[in-house]
T-cell receptor, first 113, second 113 residues
């Protein structure tokens, strides 16, 4: 079956530090990959996506590249802000008829001033 | 503008007393999902609709039911809530095509007294 593995958190950084959150996946076929962000007390917001190998998704300074050879989709940001503190979920969709999402366990990011 | 709206944001009910959570969408998406999310965990899919076609996850308790009277609305009914059902319930929608992301509401936080 499909699975997503994320690095455990919390990840604690100072403002303006470089961020990497690792994500690897197992899937058959050609899944689409997503990063979602969840702020405290809120639902999930789509941060970025990539639908095929070597695609790079980007949004709000965050980037992730779909690497089929390493089955990875690591999230990066060059300079984090306090407002980036949230839980980040990596997810895949197998693009079957109903496109259900398989989530990683989530990684909490805490950014201090 | 909120496109997936969940009401209420907070719901308190008594042990064993039926409760209904609602979700509406302005995106005209044909797929709607209900997730349960417990503290510090990833969302867990309960069931979803593709148009009127209902799909129940194998491990969703019988205590959980859903209704989708039209494209815009979907309801989650918990017939006899137990203490273990206290959680955040998330609704999501998706345009029914490959490679599409899911769009989440802000969730309903359910507490059981």
């Amino acid at each position: 079956g499909n699975s997503v593995t994320q690095m455990e958190g919390p990840v604690t950084l100072s403002e303006e530090a470089f961020l990497t959150i690792n994500c690897t996946y197992t899937a058959t076929g050609y899944p689409s990959l997503f990063w979602y962000v969840q702020y405290p007390g809120e639902g999930l917001q789509l941060l970025l996506k990539a639908t095929k190998a070597d695609d790079k998704g980007s949004n709000k300074g965050f980037e992730a590249t779909y690497r089929k050879e390493t089955t990875s989709f690591h999230l990066e940001k060059g300079s984090v802000q306090v407002s980036d503190s949230a839980v980040y979920f990596c997810a895949l969709s197998d693009n079957s008829g109903y496109s259900t999402l398989t989530f990683g366990k989530g990684t909490m990011l805490l950014v201090s001033p | 503008d909120a496109m997936v709206i969940q009401n209420p944001r907070y719901q308190v009910t008594q042990f064993g007393k039926p409760v209904t959570l609602s979700c509406s969408q302005t995106l005209n998406h044909n797929v709607m999902y209900w997730y349960q999310q417990k503290s510090s965990q990833a969302p867990k899919l309960l069931f979803h609709y593709y148009d009127k076609d209902f799909n129940n996850e194998a491990d969703t308790p019988d205590n959980f039911q859903s209704r989708r009277p039209n494209t815009s609305f979907c309801f989650l009914d918990i017939r006899s809530p137990g203490l273990g059902d206290a959680a955040m319930y998330l609704c999501a929608t998706m345009r029914g095509a490959s490679n599409q992301p899911q769009h989440f509401g802000d969730g309903t936080r359910l507490s059981i007294l």
